[in-house]
């Protein structure tokens, strides 16, 4: 094993020895089955609610509500919600090292620290993989269990139905993709994080970003307009888009690629933050 | 050479902490590097280990200039680093793991055989939040020789240790010099400490060198390094001590004799003293780094 493969193996110790790591994946443990067995039981509700823009169109007979339906409802929680369990982890990863003093044990190791803070990106990645990948198998897996399989009707520009074979292969594609998004987050944490010797500010840092793109984002104001490609928050819608017919490859790759681009300049400045880095902690 | 540092030199906003700091450190020597708080030991140490960038400067380690040799010359060195911090989530034995791991690859024997020498094999399971300042502080130890390191940086060692664990201390910093052959750059602030185990030392202020050399050499030559005798005849103790012409200075202070002797002539003083009929009932060495330096202060100002 090469001394970087062994940074990157030890960032993840270090990451999943950690309570906080699991905050995220135990909130999911508790409100996805929660909301499950709620729509088993409302479910109607739900429903009436999703079809009301096409009722008097057509009539439906039965129900459309599946686990599989509430799943992609949950996907809903990747916009603003779930990046909390990144940032919390991201902006920890770094910061929590020149708080508790351990940069002066890490740093005099024969280790450059183009390796250190590379292994703790992508230590970082892996984490936000592991729990988005998660929430997608508890979400998908436990909505068949408890509120049962079937069709997935989505309400896309009119209304598309996926038989569950075709849909479990655009969720896989769908929570991948939206690691990617999520790394984007993950990506301006961890950034703050080398800016820094407290976790805390790393957090609020990246949700006042994300809130003030979002606002700026969705205001229709023709001056904004100019500067929404440069908003990452304007690609994250990305992780519905496998839910298309036929799937846009060309238009996933493009925004991934846009994503990306984020993901390296944040790498990017902070690897050079970082080695500039006095540690006086 | 093992270090050499020139016109080393940091400065932190209009600070001055390290200023042309040239130090030469051989191999097989225990340095001593002295000086009060914020005096610059720190931020020196950090240099040398690449927490800090120099503001201006070269560090040379092994011969060669720190900048062409990239990390990996931190494979022959070991730090103790200010205080001992570590992953307190993890055990004592899996943060030496990790270390090891990263610093090129440990067995299990050496993490245990470094633990045995600091007296932590019994604890080495236990998360180091529950260890305290002492068991934290040899842990930093073991962490330090770890990887076997020709050169070992050891940063105020027996700060929060007991009188045992300190003489533990000592003694091993004096054996891997002796019978290993390592070189031993030790950061303390407490001369009596430093006089009992390096055989060089430097003493830095406001980030300069304030003296430097052989530490018998130094050390003999000051005036502020006194040993304290508690006897039941004082008079007749003080007539002893002015008969004895290796003694330089002689005061009585609260029924106790200050004697200035360097430490190798204390066991001499106690047998005179015995042989003349006083009964010895303590011997205190007590020196000062802080009257030790402003008496080189002062002799520089004249």
Not at chain 2, 209 to 223: F, M, P
Request: glycine content about 8%; charged content about 20%.
């Amino acid at each position: 094993m090469t001394p970087f493969i062994k940074t990157i193996r030890w960032e993840l110790v270090k990451i999943f020895s950690k309570w906080r790591t699991y905050i995220g994946f135990g909130t999911i443990l508790i409100l996805v089955p929660l909301i499950m067995v709620l729509v088993r039981k409302y479910g109607i509700d739900i429903e009436n609610e999703a079809l009301r823009s096409f009722q008097g169109a057509f009539d439906y007979i039965g129900s459309v509500t599946n686990g599989l339906l509430v799943s992609y409802f949950l996907m809903n929680v990747l916009w603003i919600h779930f990046p909390f369990f990144i940032v919390l982890v991201a902006g920890d990863i770094v910061a929590s090292e020149g708080a508790s003093g351990t940069f002066r044990i890490l740093l005099t190791r024969p280790l450059s620290r183009f390796e250190v803070i590379t292994g703790k990106f992508i230590a970082t990645y892996v984490y936000t993989l592991a729990i988005v990948l998660f929430l997608g198998l508890v979400s998908v897996g436990l909505g068949i269990a408890i509120v049962g399989g079937g069709d997935l009707l989505v309400f896309n520009k009119g209304i598309l139905i996926f038989s569950q074979g075709e849909a479990l292969p655009r969720f896989l594609i769908a929570y991948l993709v939206a690691s990617v998004m999520q790394m984007t987050v993950g990506a301006l944490a961890f950034l703050f994080s080398t800016w820094t010797s407290n976790a805390v500010g790393p957090i609020i840092g990246t949700y006042a970003v994300i809130v003030v793109s979002y606002i700026l984002s969705v205001l229709q104001i023709d001056a904004l307009q100019a500067i929404r490609p440069y908003l990452f928050v304007t690609y994250f819608n990305v992780f519905f888009v496998p839910f298309n017919v036929p799937v846009p490859w060309r238009m996933i790759a493009v925004q991934l690629g846009k994503l990306g681009i984020f993901i390296l300049i944040f790498y990017a400045l902070s690897v050079v933050s970082f080695i500039r880095k006095d540690i006086k902690t | 050479m093992i270090i050499k540092t020139i016109n080393l030199s940091k400065k932190f906003g209009k600070i001055w902490a390290v200023r042309d700091l040239n130090l030469e450190i051989d191999a097989g020597q225990i340095f001593g590097f002295l000086g009060p708080n914020g005096a610059g030991k720190s931020t020196t140490i950090r240099m040398l280990m690449g927490l800090v960038k120099p503001s201006r400067g070269t560090i040379e380690l092994f011969g060669r200039d720190i900048r062409q040799q990239g990390a990996g010359v931190y494979r022959r060195i070991g730090a103790l680093v200010e205080k001992p911090d570590f992953y307190l989530y993890l055990s004592a034995w899996r943060n030496l793991q990790l270390l090891g791991d990263l610093s090129g690859g440990i067995s299990s024997q050496r993490i245990a055989e470094v633990l045995e020498i600091v007296r932590l094999s019994e604890r080495a399971r236990d998360k180091v939040k529950n260890y305290s300042h002492g068991m934290r502080q040899r842990l930093g130890i073991a962490q330090a020789l770890l990887h076997d390191p020709e050169l070992i940086i050891l940063d105020e060692p027996t700060s929060g240790l007991d009188p045992v664990g300190i003489k533990e201390i000592r003694d091993l910093i004096v054996t891997l010099a002796r019978d290993f052959g390592k070189t031993i750059f030790l950061s303390s602030h407490l001369l009596h400490e430093v006089e009992q185990t390096c055989t060089h030392i430097a003493i830095i202020d406001r980030g300069m060198v304030v003296v430097q050399g052989e530490a018998r050499r130094l050390l003999g030559a000051s005036d502020y390094f006194v040993t304290e005798i508690v006897v039941d005849d004082v008079e007749k103790a003080l007539r002893i001590c002015h008969d004895s012409q290796w003694i330089k200075k002689v005061e009585v202070k609260d029924r106790t004799l200050k004697v200035q002797i360097i430490s190798a002539d204390r066991p001499n003083l106690v047998k005179d003293l015995v042989t003349g009929g006083v009964a010895v009932q303590a011997v205190i060495p007590r020196t000062s780094l802080e009257d030790y330096y402003l008496s080189l202060v002062q002799s520089s100002d004249l």
